[in-house]
């Protein structure tokens, strides 16, 4: 009977390890980074695109100030918004406030990690190191796994806060 009941245990186990192995965190200080990602781009892309959670569990404000990474000449964060119906693109140079007990997506649309220059294509599967920098949490080196081109990524955080 034992031998009945570790099968299905086993299979499920198995069929989780996909989820899992997609997910990956980081954390500094009260700040937790959650699955930082991008979209494969095509051959001759000269830019990409990098998104991700950030939720801050602590009592005091911080802000993502820069990012770097040796896969782009520059990178900048930035904003979409919609204005008179037309999507309009801008870099934020004071960076991207996270309050206390709140969390922030980075996700297609909005606030984003924009990656110029591309030194090379972004293949899916690969991962892009990086690091964040935060005013009061410092650096924190992270990796962009590449996912496929269509991905949309998640709409919600799993951490605690907005």
């Known amino acids: 009977m034992l031998r009945f009941c570790r099968a299905p245990l086993l299979a499920l186990s198995l069929l989780a390890l996909p989820a899992l192995a997609g997910a990956h965190e980081y954390t500094a200080g009260l700040l937790s980074i959650e699955h930082p990602w991008s979209r494969a781009t095509v051959a001759t892309a000269k830019v990409g695109a990098g998104y991700m959670a950030i939720v801050n569990k602590g009592s005091t404000p911080d802000r993502l100030i820069a990012v770097r990474t040796e896969a782009a000449g520059k990178v900048e964060l930035h904003t979409m918004t919609l204005v008179d119906g037309v999507m309009q ?7 991207v406030e996270i309050a206390p007990g709140a969390s922030v997506l980075l996700a297609p649309g909005g606030i984003h990690v924009m990656m110029m220059d ?3 294509p972004l293949t899916e599967g690969e991962r892009i190191p990086a690091t964040l920098v935060f005013e009061q949490a410092g650096e924190v080196a992270v990796e962009f796994k590449v996912e496929p081109i269509g991905y949309e990524g998640t709409t919600h955080t799993h951490g605690s806060g907005s």
């Open 118 to 120: 591309l030194k090379a």
């Open 89 to 95: 693109m801008r870099p934020l140079p004071d960076g």
